[in-house]
């Protein structure tokens, strides 16, 4: 019998439909399925009552409590529920819920995680569980706690994991020094579309990419075995625990050497469950109240165009317009593995167009070249508060960039969709705490309003879950560069809000709403580079080909081994010959950066320093309008170069890599 039962634990078991009673809808991805939860009769377990319900063809259910505790905490099985239920007893006997969902034939894949999302969905916003649930896994259910909790850091109170498997390679692979098992090996490359190569080569094993479960201290606990040769530590536990711990994370291993030891010494007897029970409620209870993410988004018109283009299966482009910290390793890379599990029927164009230290005044002007230009897109994020406050830029022109974009973006393609997005930096926490609304957030949602833009306003999120003493900003979210800790949030907020769009609204066919007119007839819909080449009149300029700084200076990937034109003396002259609304240029700014001079067609001179706070360590890409409200049709810029220089300055130069026409 104890045979029987442990083949059960690693085989799992098939799956039924329960009867239906009522139902509502919840995606769980798979090409945006939508599936159907529905009631069926309840029953009791252990003692308590089960309600039990489906979700499309997956059985799962709930146990309930005699007395559920204020908040409703509650504990999540992962694979066997019915294997050592000494804790689960103890904790419902105390107040907690019990939940299950049956997608054992999955091991873990995407989709199983999809599934586990529409329940997560289904227990916290319709029976009103904790936000955070305590993972139980035992064997290969640590596939599933690892794959969710690792995509959730956010969600996770506690883990607690008998003889896990955490390495697909030790099992069901068997490529290590354990046995596996070959049939089940194939079935696993099955469910997740892979060759065995790919299978051997998979990089998110629950060993790998815990960084997201340290940054929020999710607590782990593994029981194991101590010779376990089924699953053996040294390829599994012991592995995770190492690389866990180096990045923060905490954890306790303990080896179970008393009673009987089964199965190659994957069966084992649970000492003191009391203890493991007492441990869970320590860190799940009293609940925490956290404010939800759907405080701090705004889905307006939604985002049913690019639902359609994704739930069709075929091809889809999405782009990240933004600086730094769309650039940067971390929640970007988080929205596009989203997008591809939840449409893994669709192929996904991502485009990376973020770039360090530029605003909405350089995104309006690049747009063209470094989004558009690579064919229709579908779903747009753009962010750029946090530069625009860096760099000074006033509110007209951020307003006039922030609707060239929208507006630039609809005419390419009227279907598209955008999501505007405000990220935090230390002087809008500073702001909120004084009763203030930044410059920056109000003009990204007075765009979002007029254009019907989904928008998300992640500077107040960080600051009232600071005040709400969620998290530190010294020690886990750190700087407006965000920590790990800082891009989980930013991308659990994010999808928060591409959930709400996408669970909503059904893959309709596509409709492209009429643009309104603009707010400010001067915006730069029409913003483009415009080369050096159309400079005259070159008076001590000169073109360098393949510029690089001749010192040990930093520079920006995309603004360095390009086509420069570059003057160094004062007095040094050119005109340009342009045709627009608003003339202005990009330069990369170093340690001896100018002042300038310029007039539009003749006009008031005015003068311009080109240095800044970042020139003596870094050639900054720096982008600069000399007017943005000129009338439509031809004009011509006249520049020079002035004889006085920053103060900080080494030199008078300057270095443009393109000018800037609407």
Not at 32 to 52: C, L, M, S
Not at 60 to 68: C, E, S
Not at 265 to 285: L, Q, R, V
Not at 560 to 582: E, N, Q, R
Request: aromatic letters at 12%.
């Amino acid at each position: 019998m104890i045979k029987t039962l442990l083949i059960t634990l690693l085989f799992g078991f098939t799956a039924g439909i329960a009867s239906a009673q009522d139902h509502e809808n919840v995606s769980a991805g798979n090409t945006h399925a939508v599936y159907t939860i529905q009631n069926a009769p309840n029953d009791t377990w252990k003692g308590f009552e089960r309600v039990n319900i489906t979700i499309g063809p997956h059985k799962a259910y709930y146990v309930k409590p005699k007395k559920a505790l204020e908040g409703n905490p509650w504990v999540w099985r992962a694979s066997f529920p019915d294997w050592h239920t000494d804790i689960d007893s103890i904790l419902l006997a105390k107040g907690f819920h019990v939940a299950f969902v049956n997608v054992d034939d999955q091991y873990g894949s995407p989709y199983a995680l999809q599934v586990w999302d529409a329940f997560y969905q289904y227990l916290t916003a319709k029976q009103a569980f904790a936000a955070k649930v305590a993972l139980e896994g035992v064997s290969r259910g640590g596939l599933y706690v690892y794959g969710w909790a690792k995509r959730n850091p956010d969600k996770i109170s506690c883990i607690y994991n008998e003889a896990p498997v955490c390495n697909i390679e030790s099992w069901p692979g068997g490529k290590l020094s354990a046995p596996g098992d070959a049939a089940l090996w194939k079935q696993l490359q099955q469910v997740y579309h892979f060759t065995e190569q790919q299978a051997l080569d998979y990089k998110d094993n629950p060993i790998d990419n815990l960084d997201g479960l340290a940054a929020f201290k999710v607590p782990v606990m593994h029981i194991i075995g101590i010779n376990d040769k089924l699953v053996p530590n040294a390829e599994n536990t012991n592995i995770l625990a190492q690389r866990y711990t180096a990045l923060g994370g905490p954890m306790m291993i303990y080896p179970v050497t008393a009673g009987p030891q089964e199965l190659n010494g994957h069966h084992f007897p649970i000492e003191n469950p009391g203890h493991w029970a007492d441990m869970i409620i320590s860190y799940c209870y009293p609940v925490k109240k956290v404010l939800p993410y759907t405080d701090y988004f705004i889905t307006r018109n939604g985002l049913a165009n690019s639902l359609s283009v994704f739930s069709a299966g075929k091809k889809a482009t999405v782009a990240f317009l933004g600086g730094s910290i769309t650039y940067n390793p971390g929640w970007r890379e988080k929205i596009s593995r989203y997008l591809t599990e939840r449409f893994p029927a669709t192929s996904f164009h991502l485009i990376q167009a973020g770039i360090p230290s530029l605003g909405s005044v350089p995104h309006a002007f690049r747009l063209q070249r470094d989004v558009l230009d690579s064919g229709k897109v579908d779903l747009m994020f753009v962010e750029a508060a946090v530069n625009d406050n860096v760099n000074g830029l006033d509110s007209l022109t951020e307003v006039q960039a922030l609707e060239g974009i929208v507006r630039h973006a609809k005419k390419a393609n009227p279907l598209i969709d955008i999501v505007m997005m405000s990220f935090v930096d230390p002087d809008k926490i500073k702001d909120y705490n004084n009763g203030k609304i930044p410059m920056q957030i109000k003009n990204h949602e007075l765009i979002a309003e007029h254009y019907g833009l989904p928008s998300i306003n992640l500077a107040k999120e960080v600051t009232d879950k600071l005040n709400n003493h969620e998290f530190s900003w010294q020690y886990d979210f750190k700087d407006l560069h965000p920590a790990i800790y800082g891009q989980e949030l930013y991308f659990a907020t994010i999808k928060s809000l591409l959930n709400s769009c996408f669970n909503k609204q059904p893959a309709a066919a596509t409709k492209a709403n009429p643009l309104p007119k603009p707010l400010n007839a001067l915006n730069l819909n029409n913003g483009r580079y415009y080369s050096i080449q159309n400079a005259k009149n070159l008076n001590g300029w000169a073109f360098n080909p393949d510029w690089a700084p001749n010192n040990n200076l930093s520079t920006r990937e995309g603004f360095v081994h390009k086509p420069m034109l570059i003057a160094t003396k004062p007095g040094s002259s050119l005109t340009l010959p342009f045709t627009g609304t608003a003339i202005g240029m990009a330069i990369v700014s170093g340690p001896d950066a100018g002042i300038i001079s310029y007039n539009i067609d003749g006009g008031i001179e005015k003068k311009m320093d080109l240095y800044t706070e970042f020139s003596s360590w870094i050639y900054l890409p720096w982008y600069v309008t000399f007017s943005t409200d000129l009338k439509k049709g031809p004009h011509t810029l006249s520049l020079k170069i002035e004889t006085d220089s920053n103060k900080n300055s080494k030199g008078n130069t300057c270095q443009v890599l393109y000018f800037l026409t609407n």
